[in-house]
């Protein structure tokens, strides 16, 4: 069974460019999550899906952040624009339900110069 | 709203020799209890979980946990570590709230085990 897939695995972006990250959930699974992992803390939730629907992104800096689930599968998290604070790995994991266990992809980690 | 600690960043141990990596939570409703480990440049791997039932659980690799509900506490425990556990190990906890499972991580803890 294939895992959660993310890319790009790298990107290293200049401050005030933006920047895109791309996931695709296991098949079957109705939620998806976005996560911000600074170095040396542990991942904080960005947003969460419940199939096309975002249900809790409380925790999305609004003015520059931006998410879609288009079709409830495949999900973009967008940066613009980039600052020097958004360096991090952006993990996305999927769930088969809200209450099920989350699988993690291998993450994003974005560099802002 | 619940929060988690991880009092140790770092824990070096031999080869072989068993090993305790510490986790407290606070609370205010019921929780379930939950130990990620990430290798590096991967993503995070389920180790183990608490959900109800024997406080002591068993996961992957050899780690076990035990739930301590006066203490506020979900030790990992492993009798003899192997060099492959070298990685970061992250306790988490998901609030019983109906809201479904949203995870609250820890800082994570360091294992290094040295030949």
């Known amino acids: 069974e294939a895992g959660v897939v993310q890319s790009p695995r790298y990107k290293i972006i200049e401050k005030k460019q933006p920047v895109a990250f791309w996931c695709n959930p296991i098949?079957?699974?109705?939620?998806l999550y976005w996560y911000r992992q600074n170095l040396g803390q542990g991942p904080e939730l960005l947003i969460r899906?419940?199939?096309?629907?975002?249900?809790?992104d409380s925790q999305l800096p609004k003015d520059r952040f931006s998410a879609e689930r288009l079709k409830g599968v495949d999900s973009t998290l967008k940066i613009q624009p980039a600052e020097l604070g958004d360096s991090a790995v952006y993990l996305c994991?999927?769930?088969?339900?809200?209450?099920?266990?989350?699988?993690f992809g291998p993450g994003t980690r974005l560099t802002v110069l | 709203a619940q929060s988690v600690t991880q009092l140790d960043s770092q824990v070096p141990v031999f080869e072989e020799a068993p090993v305790e990596l510490r986790c407290n939570y606070s609370?205010?409703?019921?929780?379930?209890l939950f130990w990620y480990v990430q290798y590096p440049n991967q993503g995070l791997q389920l180790l183990l979980k608490?959900?109800?039932?024997?406080?002591l659980v068993k996961g992957i690799n050899g780690f076990e946990a035990e739930f301590n509900k006066s203490q506020t506490s979900f030790h990992l425990r492993k009798p003899s570590v192997h060099i492959s556990d070298t990685a970061e190990y992250f306790c988490?906890?998901?609030?019983?709230?109906?809201?479904?499972?949203?995870?609250?991580f820890g800082t994570g803890t360091q294992l290094k085990v040295e030949l």
């Open positions: 988490a906890v998901s609030g019983i709230t109906g809201g479904g499972n949203k995870l609250t």
């Open positions: 098949s079957g699974h109705n939620t």
């Open positions: 609370s205010s409703v019921s929780v379930y």
């Open positions: 608490y959900l109800s039932g024997s406080t």
């Open positions: 899906y419940e199939n096309e629907e975002a249900v809790d």
């Open positions: 994991a999927s769930s088969v339900g809200m209450a099920d266990e989350q699988f």
